[in-house]
């Protein structure tokens, strides 16, 4: 059970734009920031998005985050084939005191 | 460039320890925060550990805690996680990343290693 809640998967068509939800709680995303993760088969995560909405360089602005409350949302537009991955959220935790990622969302373009 | 190397992994017996290091390059060691991030076979991202720049704190998940340590050696500019009584619920892959020094937070990578995999197993 992951402290932060994604949906395990979501699809759209080449093109499309697709949201991907991430819920937490106060003491995660309600009080720190942000960050998402793409997870391509076989690789490493990759830093999408941290502090809520910035881009790390060589992100294309496909890319897009927004957060509000205790939750927090990745939006990819233009969708492409190469764009099938897994995609994480995740946040710093300050009663746990500790860093806490969502379950993950599986990413399929149709 | 930015490099993080990890080593260290293997198959295991139950009970065992194992150390992981994450050998860095390309930058300034001792400037930046790293953590281990690992993930179960066919599983989700699970955060394990974060060492503060200059090693004086360090956090961990609870899942770990009394069991793995983390560390550094500035000399060697590496990072270290040393598992005890391993379970089998340990076995993954276990990534390094580094802060991100651009960031506001003080949980956020920039760089991430390709990871060692630890096999837990009798």
């Known amino acids: 059970q992951s402290v932060l809640t994604q949906p395990p998967s979501v699809s759209a068509a080449p093109g499309q734009k697709v949201t991907i939800s991430c819920s937490g709680s106060m003491s995660n995303i309600g009080k720190n920031y942000v960050s998402w993760f793409q997870q391509l088969p076989g690789t490493a995560p990759k830093v999408l998005i941290y502090d809520n909405t910035r881009r790390p360089s060589g992100i294309p602005d496909r890319f897009s985050a927004s957060k509000s409350g205790t939750s927090a949302t990745l939006d990819i537009t233009g969708l492409q084939t190469g764009d099938e991955a897994d995609y994480y959220c995740?946040?710093?935790?300050?009663?746990?005191?500790?860093?806490?990622f969502g379950g993950g969302t599986k990413l399929t373009v149709l | 460039q930015v490099q993080l190397v990890e080593s260290g992994g293997g198959v295991v017996q139950p009970g065992r320890s194992l150390r992981l290091s994450c050998a860095t390059s390309?930058?300034?060691?001792?400037?930046?925060?790293m953590n281990w991030v690992r993930q179960a076979p066919g599983k989700g991202l699970e955060w394990v550990a974060l060492?503060?720049?200059?090693?004086?704190?360090?956090y961990y998940a609870d899942s770990v805690k009394g069991r793995f340590t983390i560390s550094r050696d500035k000399s060697k500019n590496t990072v270290y996680l040393q598992i005890n009584s391993l379970r089998t619920e340990d076995t993954a892959l276990y990534y390094c990343a580094r802060d991100n020094p651009s960031s506001g937070s003080i949980w956020s990578f920039d760089h991430w290693g390709q990871g060692t995999v630890v096999t837990v197993s009798s």
């Open positions: 060492i503060s720049y200059d090693g004086s704190y360090n």
């Open positions: 390309g930058f300034i060691f001792s400037s930046f925060a």
């Open positions: 995740g946040s710093w935790d300050s009663s746990l005191t500790a860093g806490v």
